[in-house]
Structures are given as structure tokens and as C-alpha cells.
């Protein structure tokens, strides 16, 4: 079964900036999509940002501008840079091949992930 491990969090305050990184194994980050996801207490898991097999990158409205998804093929590691990060960024973040292509309908991110890892704790505070 795939495995993924993210890195990557920690405590920042509002305003500051994190750069999560995720490394699947037995999976080549630039065949395939792959999203960032978080869960905050008490709320459902959501899709925040979606990379394709070909490059493209699509976002959640709340994050838009703010977040970038990028990939290392050398390193087979995919990153999200979070800046400008907001109190509402709090929450468990993982990543995940999605269950379909990325998609955006409105504001989310349409497809879930398909396998989960422990997730890397992203705490904005002041």
C-alpha cells in the first residue's frame, strides 16, 4: 500500500509562512496528481491544493494566492509553500493522490484522497 510522509509543520503566527513537503513511496510524484489536504477539529477533511501528472495546479478559493503546490521530480517530493498563513489555517495537513483528476467546482477542490498518511500539525497562533 502507498505511503506518504509529511514534514514540514509547525507553529507559526499569523502573517508568517511554512513550507510542507510530502514523499510518497513506491509512486513517481510527476506521473501521477497529487493534493494537499487538511482537517481542522471538529471539521472534514479538505482538499487544498491539487497538482497534475503534466504540471497544473489548481487551488481551493480559500487558499488561492496565498498557497503554492509544487514538485521535485529529482527529489520525488511534493511541496506546499503556505504564506500569508491566517488563524484558519490551523489544522492536520495531508497529502494524497486523489481519487479522480484535480478538479475545481467553485470554491473546493472536488476529488478526495485515496490513501492517508499521519499528516504534518500546521498551528497558526499568535
Known amino acids: 500500500q502507498l505511503q506518504l510522509a509529511e514534514s514540514g509543520g509547525g507553529l507559526v503566527q499569523p502573517g508568517g509562512s511554512l513550507t510542507l513537503s510530502c514523499i510518497p513511496s513506491?509512486?513517481?510524484?510527476?506521473?501521477?496528481?497529487i493534493g494537499w489536504f487538511r482537517q481542522a477539529p471538529g471539521k472534514e477533511r479538505e482538499g487544498v491544493a491539487c497538482?497534475?501528472?503534466?504540471?497544473?495546479?489548481y487551488y481551493a478559493a480559500a487558499v488561492k494566492g496565498r498557497f503554492t503546490i509544487s514538485r521535485d521530480n529529482a527529489k520525488n517530493t511534493v511541496y506546499l509553500q503556505m504564506n500569508s498563513l491566517k488563524l484558519e489555517d490551523t489544522a492536520v495537513y495531508y497529502c494524497?493522490?486523489?481519487?479522480?483528476?484535480?478538479?475545481?467546482?467553485?470554491?473546493?477542490?472536488?476529488?478526495?484522497?485515496?490513501?492517508w498518511g499521519q499528516g504534518t500539525q500546521v498551528t497558526v497562533s499568535s
Open positions: 494524497s493522490p486523489p481519487l479522480g483528476p484535480c478538479m475545481v467546482e467553485g470554491d473546493t477542490l472536488v476529488n478526495a484522497g485515496a490513501y
Open positions: 513506491d509512486m513517481t510524484v510527476g506521473a501521477y496528481a
Open positions: 497538482i497534475s501528472s503534466i504540471g497544473n495546479t
